[in-house]
């Protein structure tokens, strides 16, 4: 089976987590609308079809004109958002908005009643009304993830079943949604059956290679008791491959070498690979929009390296070549 590239990512305008994004949190407060359309452009280039927006507000403020939130972020950019979806239209990406981490703390309540819970339904209206224009917004993201216990929590499934019904009324249609506790997971008919009642379009697991959960052998017994089961559900199947390593509580891009067998080992497993993350843990070699440690260009050109000896790509903005 030929060797699937990486052809997703999350990015975000500033990194959720105290610490992790240290590398680039300070760039992309700097980016205007041209080095958005810039950084959306090298991902592209890197065969990158698929974009998910970790936020669009945290801490109780937002990063583009609003109405439900009084507080703004303070970017160069006025509207990111406009500027990253304006970008993705003109390459002709999907990009999927999360719905969640807008206040302290980030995680929030799996309740489907209360305060918090209508700010969710707010912050959809708002972002379909002034952006569902854009035909790169494709669908939403559901950042509170699901934390699997051999089983996806019921109270997870009502919740994500309830907030999907909303957003498809509303549009766009898709959702996706990327659970942790992954090597857990008991593939049996309860399982298959949680699938086939989960209301989402797509699942993209994360290997948990770069928390150090799990290992490279363990990944590999996993992904292919899910691929079981998701055929079983008649569900995609899809990995959230983790690039970084931790240095202290900075993320930091992950050796190559690692990366590698994390790819090699999934990508005949699922029908799609997205990465934690390109922005921050790769940038091209003498980019004008470098966001991240300098040893992110190193893990962008071995990648590049290691997938044209695969005979996959250079890739061309348009991405003819990668099926999404």
């Given at each position: 089976?030929?060797?699937?590239?990486?052809?997703?990512?999350?990015?975000?305008?500033?990194?959720?987590?105290?610490?992790?994004?240290?590398?680039?949190?300070?760039?992309?407060?700097?980016?205007?609308?041209?080095?958005?359309?810039?950084?959306?452009?090298?991902?592209?280039?890197?065969?990158?079809?698929?974009?998910?927006?970790?936020?669009?507000?945290?801490?109780?403020?937002?990063?583009?004109?609003?109405?439900?939130?009084?507080?703004?972020?303070?970017?160069?950019?006025?509207?990111?958002?406009?500027?990253?979806?304006?970008?993705?239209?003109?390459?002709?990406?999907?990009?999927?908005?999360?719905?969640?981490?807008?206040?302290?703390?980030?995680?929030?309540?799996?309740?489907?009643?209360?305060?918090?819970?209508?700010?969710?339904?707010?912050?959809?209206?708002?972002?379909?009304?002034?952006?569902?224009?854009?035909?790169?917004?494709?669908?939403?993201?559901?950042?509170?993830?699901?934390?699997?216990?051999?089983?996806?929590p019921e109270p997870y499934?009502?919740?994500?079943?309830?907030?999907?019904?909303?957003?498809?009324?509303?549009?766009?249609?898709?959702?996706?949604?990327?659970p942790y506790g992954t090597?857990?997971?008991?593939?049996?008919?309860?399982?298959?059956?949680?699938?086939?009642?989960?209301?989402?379009?797509?699942?993209?697991?994360?290997?948990?290679?770069?928390?150090?959960?799990?290992?490279?052998?363990?990944?590999?017994?996993?992904?292919?008791?899910?691929?079981?089961?998701?055929?079983?559900?008649?569900?995609?199947?899809?990995?959230?491959?983790?690039?970084?390593?931790?240095?202290?509580?900075?993320?930091?891009?992950?050796?190559?070498?690692?990366?590698?067998?994390?790819?090699?080992?999934?990508?005949?497993?699922?029908?799609?690979?997205?990465?934690?993350?390109?922005?921050?843990?790769?940038?091209?070699?003498?980019?004008?929009?470098?966001?991240?440690?300098?040893?992110?260009?190193?893990?962008?050109?071995?990648?590049?390296?290691?997938?044209?000896?695969?005979?996959?790509?250079?890739?061309?903005?348009?991405?003819?070549?990668?099926?999404?």
């Open positions: 089976m030929k060797m699937k590239p990486l052809t997703g990512t999350w990015f975000d305008f500033f990194h959720c987590n105290p610490y992790e994004g240290d590398t680039w949190n300070a760039a992309t407060q700097q980016f205007t609308a041209e080095d958005w359309d810039l950084k959306l452009t090298e991902m592209a280039e890197a065969g990158m079809d698929t974009l998910v927006l970790l936020s669009v507000a945290l801490h109780g403020k937002a990063f583009y004109p609003s109405e439900v939130f009084p507080l703004r972020w303070d970017t160069v950019c006025s509207d990111p958002m406009e500027a990253v979806l304006s970008a993705a239209d003109r390459l002709g990406l999907s990009l999927y908005v999360g719905l969640g981490f807008f206040t302290t703390p980030i995680m929030g309540s799996l309740s489907t009643e209360g305060e918090h819970n209508a700010l969710k339904y707010s912050v959809a209206e708002e972002l379909a009304s002034k952006y569902g224009h854009h035909p790169s917004f494709t669908g939403w993201y559901f950042p509170v993830e699901a934390a699997i216990h051999n089983y996806f499934i009502a919740y994500a079943n309830d907030l999907a019904d909303f957003v498809r009324r509303l549009g766009p249609s898709k959702v996706l949604i990327a090597r857990s997971v008991i593939p049996d008919d309860r399982f298959v059956s949680q699938l086939r009642s989960l209301d989402v379009d797509y699942i993209a697991y994360q290997d948990e290679i770069g928390v150090n959960r799990t290992t490279v052998e363990d990944v590999y017994r996993t992904f292919s008791g899910l691929r079981e089961a998701h055929e079983r559900a008649a569900k995609p199947l899809w990995a959230d491959i983790e690039l970084f390593r931790f240095q202290g509580k900075v993320l930091m891009p992950a050796d190559f070498e690692r990366v590698r067998l994390q790819i090699e080992t999934v990508s005949p497993l699922v029908d799609k690979l997205l990465c934690y993350q390109y922005l921050g843990l790769m940038n091209k070699e003498n980019s004008a929009v470098f966001a991240g440690h300098e040893s992110s260009a190193v893990l962008y050109r071995e990648y590049m390296n290691y997938m044209k000896l695969q005979g996959i790509g250079p890739f061309e903005a348009g991405l003819d070549q990668i099926s999404s």
